[in-house]
T-cell receptor
Framework: QKEVEQNSGPLSVPEGAIASLNCTYSDRGSQSFFWYRQYSGKSPELIMSIYSNGDKEDGRFTAQLNKASQYVSLLIRDSQPSDSATYLCAVQLLGVFGNEKLTFGTGTRLTIIP | GAGVSQSPSNKVTEKGKDVELRCDPISGHTALYWYRQRLGQGLEFLIYFQGNSAPDKSGLPSDRFSAERTGESVSTLTIQRTQQEDSAVYLC??????????????FGPGTRLLVL
């Protein structure tokens, strides 16, 4: 079982619709959860972070966390063509020497169709 | 302010040669991470530095890989006797070392390494 699992996609969503991206993780000790957006050939860019159960909203983005189900999701409202990218789910776990490395899923490729 | 910088941005080398990759973290960020991203894959953790503490090298794939960091500044990742499977984007990230959750890691632009 992979530590962080995402549907690789591609996920195609019409412009203006809601895009829903999902992620599950295996380690119950995981503390914090991040969504990064990565355009082709570019480095990851932080979109959302969450560590408490429930929803966290920032503009068009909402992160949802359910620790009991070990599930985190990202909703993108009013999807725009510029949202087309690969979305990486990352889980943070306190490790040795205070190492808070991120463990990443393989990413979901999202395409917004004009 | 300035973000994380990395150099070179691209590196092409021949199998068996050594390469050195450089990372300059955000000023004031005491935590520094190296990750590797193979084509079409997620990021794999390589090594972690925190101030003057011993680094966590648990992610290094072989003894051909090593990294150093001078205090809380620049880090270099060295790959000796490169192999074709080392071809990947090498990403550096830095973060503040503060108590509590959500220590956001900020990524540099990466070094794209191609081993021929």
């Amino acid at each position: 079982q992979k530590e962080v699992e995402q549907n690789s996609g591609p996920l195609s969503v019409p412009e203006g619709a809601i895009a829903s991206l999902n992620c599950t993780y295996s380690d119950r000790g995981s503390q914090s959860f991040f969504w990064y957006r990565q355009y082709s050939g570019k480095s990851p860019e932080l979109i959302m972070s969450i560590y408490s159960n429930g929803d966290k909203e920032d503009g068009r983005f909402t992160a949802q966390l359910n620790k009991a189900s070990q599930y985190v999701s990202l909703l993108i409202r009013d999807s725009q063509p510029s949202d087309s990218a690969t979305y990486l789910c990352a889980v943070q776990l306190l490790g040795v020497f205070g190492n808070e490395k991120l463990t990443f899923g393989t990413g979901t490729r999202l395409t917004i169709i004009p | 302010g300035a973000g994380v910088s990395q150099s070179p941005s691209n590196k092409v080398t021949e199998k068996g040669k050594d390469v050195e990759l450089r990372c300059d973290p955000i000023s004031g960020h005491t935590a520094l991470y190296w990750y590797r991203q193979r084509l079409g894959q997620g990021l794999e953790f390589l090594i972690y530095f925190q101030g003057n503490s011993a680094p966590d090298k648990s992610g290094l794939p072989s003894d051909r890989f090593s990294a150093e960091r001078t205090g809380e500044s620049v880090s270099t990742l060295t790959i000796q006797r490169t192999q074709q499977e080392d071809s990947a984007v090498y990403l550096c990230a830095s973060s503040l070392a503060v108590r509590g959750p959500l220590k956001t890691q900020y990524f540099g632009p990466g070094t794209r390494l191609l081993v021929l």
